[in-house]
């Protein structure tokens, strides 16, 4: 039982193989307890077996095909089978050897080459730019340096009245007296939600919980509401009608 | 004579069952979204007594199997034998040919008698040697797990859990019903109210279900909620499949059915998702590493969807 790669120097981003290698003297159709060997840091990209039978016996090899990420030593540890030992019946754990590999270079990039060369725009068309763009702004400055008069800041404006959320639910029961259609039915629902406090993602059970030292009336006319935004076509101005008539009683408008 | 409606199991059920809401909820609307249901919890906690009221409020054919180690499918769904006297084989059908059947502790059998009786309740049918037997109808799975942390279980694979409708976690009874169980049962037998509601109501419920309205803000309400599990939550290695989609909007439409409307609300959808989703999500081992309560991380899915 071996453990071997095929290459003791894998390069950085480049995929490199490590081989699990058993010989059995006996003709067995799989091996199951196989255990992979542990490592940490490479990535591993494939895992192929083959089982070859001959004279002597069976030849199983698993390869891993792993890329490495970070320079410097990579030890893989060592793979481990369960079996029973033929020469003696009894139980045991198998252990290959381990490796240790070391992981140089791949592919050298000079990272210096895009600065050196924006270092080098910047000192022979920026630089003399950014100076003419100066004395520019000298001269513009020195002329106009007069006395400012300060703008004149107008009244702060009253804020646009936001209509309370009662107000809000009325005109949309008013909306939906008018239209009658589902986009108004939402619409009413909204407002009796944003009434109860509850946010919009909110559900019937939800905004019943927040209303529930409410009168009994509110929360129907939310489970009316809810009714007609969510029944067929077919129904829906029969629900609206239940909704428009329970309203002034069941909704504070 | 006013037809029975799922709510005369549901009362059936409790009648036996002291708490244990959500359970006696689950099996009937597996009932009538026409789904298995598995009931994870540990012992002791009436999870067989609810399936054997359920089979008894439906005055349906019910067979019990006992999941062990060394259950063979053949147990289940059944085999053929040589008969001398024709000097043929005949077929012993087994004993999932019932309406309803409990698998108790699916567990603790392999994974070829899980397989077997998990492919019969995908296909409604039988194939013992040359020949195919339908299951009949209604016919309702039921199963019991132990949690998979108690010796000698087999962990069931998540394509098999998918097959089931909804998961119910169980958790023990609060001190009030655990004294009302000391009252109900310690003085008297276990009664069962048989005959809540026939098999051929059962069928209505399912034609009924299946008629109910879902409106379209209901049918993209259930799409986020699946999708909201495929996320990229570093707890999710997979979110739930499009077999959960389905399983959601069948089990929200028997959920209306069973609250008296026909039509979907967002709550219908709402209150069975992690029961539809919970087992149908798999998760990181990050999970464990972060002890991490997976159900806890599906309600957090659910409840971070806004509702339409």
Same mark, same amino acid.
């Given at each position: 039982?071996?453990?071997?790669?095929?290459?003791?120097?894998?390069?950085?981003?480049?995929?490199?193989?490590?081989?699990?290698?058993?010989?059995?003297?006996?003709?067995?159709?799989?091996?199951?307890?196989?255990?992979?060997?542990?490592?940490?840091?490479?990535?591993?990209?494939?895992?192929?077996?083959?089982?070859?039978?001959?004279?002597?016996?069976?030849?199983? &090899?698993?390869? #891993?095909? !792993?890329? %490495?990420?970070?320079?410097? +030593? $990579?030890?893989?540890?060592? *793979?481990?089978?369960?079996?029973?030992?033929?020469?003696?019946?009894?139980?045991?754990?198998?252990?290959?050897?381990?490796?240790?590999?070391?992981?140089?270079?791949?592919?050298?990039?000079?990272?210096?080459?895009?600065? &050196?060369?924006? #270092?080098? !725009?910047? %000192?022979?068309?920026?630089? +003399? $730019?950014?100076?003419?763009? *100066?004395?520019?702004?000298?001269?513009?400055?020195?002329?106009?340096?007069?006395?400012?008069?300060?703008?004149?800041?107008?009244?702060?404006?009253?804020?646009?009245?936001?209509?309370?959320?009662?107000?809000?639910?009325?005109?949309?029961?008013?909306? !939906?007296?008018?239209?009658?259609?589902?986009?108004?039915?939402?619409?009413?629902?909204?407002?009796?939600?944003?009434?109860?406090?509850?946010?919009?993602?909110?559900?019937?059970?939800?905004?019943?919980?927040?209303?529930?030292?409410?009168?009994?009336?509110?929360?129907?006319?939310?489970?009316?509401?809810?009714?007609?935004?969510?029944?067929?076509?077919?129904?829906?101005?029969?629900?609206?009608?239940?909704?428009?008539?329970?309203?002034?009683?069941?909704?504070?408008? | 004579?006013?037809?029975?409606?799922?709510?005369?199991?549901?009362?059936?059920?409790?009648?036996?069952?002291?708490?244990?809401?959500?359970?006696?909820?689950?099996?009937?609307?597996?009932?009538?979204?026409?789904?298995?249901?598995?009931?994870?919890?540990?012992?002791?906690?009436?999870?067989?007594?609810?399936?054997?009221?359920?089979?008894?409020?439906?005055?349906?054919?019910?067979?019990?199997?006992?999941?062990?180690?060394?259950?063979?499918?053949?147990?289940?769904?059944?085999?053929?034998?040589?008969?001398?006297?024709?000097?043929?084989?005949?077929?012993?059908?087994?004993?999932?040919?019932?309406?309803?059947?409990?698998?108790?502790?699916?567990?603790?059998?392999?994974?070829?008698?899980?397989?077997?009786?998990?492919?019969?309740?995908?296909?409604?049918?039988?194939?013992?040697?040359?020949?195919?037997?339908?299951?009949?109808?209604?016919?309702?799975?039921?199963?019991?797990?132990?949690?998979?942390?108690?010796?000698?279980?087999?962990?069931?694979?998540?394509?098999?859990?998918?097959?089931?409708?909804?998961?119910?976690?169980?958790?023990?009874?609060?001190?009030?019903?655990?004294?009302?169980?000391?009252?109900?049962?310690?003085?008297?037998?276990?009664?069962?109210?048989?005959?809540?509601?026939?098999?051929?109501?059962?069928?209505?419920?399912?034609?009924?279900?299946?008629?109910?309205?879902?409106?379209?803000?209901?049918?993209?309400?259930?799409?986020?909620?699946?999708?909201?599990?495929?996320?990229?939550?570093?707890?999710?290695?997979?979110?739930?499949?499009?077999?959960?989609?389905?399983?959601?909007?069948?089990?929200?439409?028997?959920?209306?059915?069973?609250?008296?409307?026909?039509?979907?609300?967002?709550?219908?959808?709402?209150?069975?998702?992690?029961?539809?989703?919970?087992?149908?999500?798999?998760?990181?081992?990050?999970?464990?590493?972060?002890?991490?309560?997976?159900?806890?991380?599906?309600?957090?899915?659910?409840?971070?969807?806004?509702?339409?």
């Amino acid at each position: 039982m071996s453990l071997t790669s095929d290459t003791p120097s894998p390069r950085l981003g480049v995929p490199f193989r490590v081989t699990i290698s058993i010989g059995v003297k006996e003709n067995v159709p799989t091996l199951p307890n196989v255990y992979l060997p542990a490592f940490f840091g490479p990535e591993e990209l494939g895992d192929e077996r083959s089982t070859v039978h001959g004279a002597q016996g069976t030849l199983y &090899r698993e390869t #891993l095909t !792993l890329e %490495a990420h970070a320079r410097g +030593p $990579l030890r893989i540890g060592a *793979a481990k089978m369960d079996a029973i030992d033929a020469r003696d019946g009894k139980p045991k754990r198998f252990i290959s050897n381990d490796l240790v590999l070391n992981v140089e270079g791949g592919p050298l990039l000079d990272v210096w080459s895009p600065v &050196r060369a924006f #270092l080098g !725009l910047v %000192a022979y068309t920026l630089l +003399p $730019l950014a100076a003419i763009v *100066a004395i520019v702004v000298l001269l513009f400055r020195r002329k106009a340096r007069s006395p400012r008069v300060q703008p004149v800041q107008p009244p702060p404006s009253p804020p646009a009245p936001v209509p309370a959320p009662v107000d809000t639910l009325s005109q949309a029961i008013e909306r !939906l007296r008018d239209r009658r259609s589902r986009a108004a039915v939402l619409e009413v629902r909204s407002a009796i939600w944003r009434a109860a406090g509850a946010s919009p993602g909110e559900t019937l059970g939800d905004v019943e919980h927040r209303l529930r030292s409410a009168p009994q009336a509110q929360r129907e006319a939310a489970a009316r509401i809810e009714r007609a935004a969510f029944i067929d076509d077919e129904r829906l101005q029969s629900a609206i009608d239940e909704f428009l008539h329970a309203a002034p009683g069941g909704v504070r408008t | 004579m006013i037809a029975p409606s799922p709510r005369s199991v549901l009362d059936a059920l409790a009648h036996t069952i002291v708490g244990q809401r959500a359970v006696v909820e689950a099996l009937v609307l597996g009932l009538v979204a026409d789904g298995h249901v598995l009931l994870e919890g540990p012992p002791g906690l009436a999870k067989t007594l609810a399936c054997r009221a359920l089979a008894a409020a439906l005055d349906g054919s019910f067979k019990r199997v006992q999941f062990t180690p060394d259950l063979l499918p053949a147990d289940v769904i059944g085999t053929r034998v040589f008969d001398q006297r024709e000097t043929a084989f005949t077929t012993v059908l087994g004993p999932i040919f019932a309406n309803v059947v409990l698998a108790d502790e699916i567990n603790r059998a392999p994974a070829k008698v899980q397989s077997a009786l998990l492919e019969a309740m995908q296909e409604r049918q039988v194939t013992i040697g040359p020949q195919t037997h339908p299951l009949p109808d209604p016919f309702i799975v039921l199963a019991t797990m132990n949690p998979l942390d108690a010796d000698g279980t087999y962990a069931l694979p998540l394509a098999q859990l998918d097959r089931f409708l909804l998961k119910v976690g169980l958790d023990f009874p609060s001190r009030d019903e655990e004294r009302a169980i000391l009252e109900r049962f310690a003085t008297e037998e276990t009664a069962l109210i048989r005959g809540a509601a026939t098999l051929q109501d059962v069928l209505a419920w399912r034609r009924q279900a299946r008629a109910v309205h879902v409106d379209d803000k209901i049918k993209r309400y259930v799409v986020d909620l699946v999708f909201a599990t495929r996320a990229g939550s570093p707890y999710v290695e997979r979110g739930a499949s499009p077999r959960a989609t389905l399983a959601l909007m069948f089990t929200a439409r028997a959920k209306a059915l069973i609250g008296g409307r026909d039509f979907v609300l967002p709550d219908d959808v709402r209150s069975i998702a992690p029961l539809v989703l919970g087992h149908r999500v798999a998760f990181t081992h990050k999970v464990l590493i972060d002890r991490v309560d997976p159900q806890a991380l599906v309600a957090d899915i659910v409840a971070s969807v806004a509702a339409p």
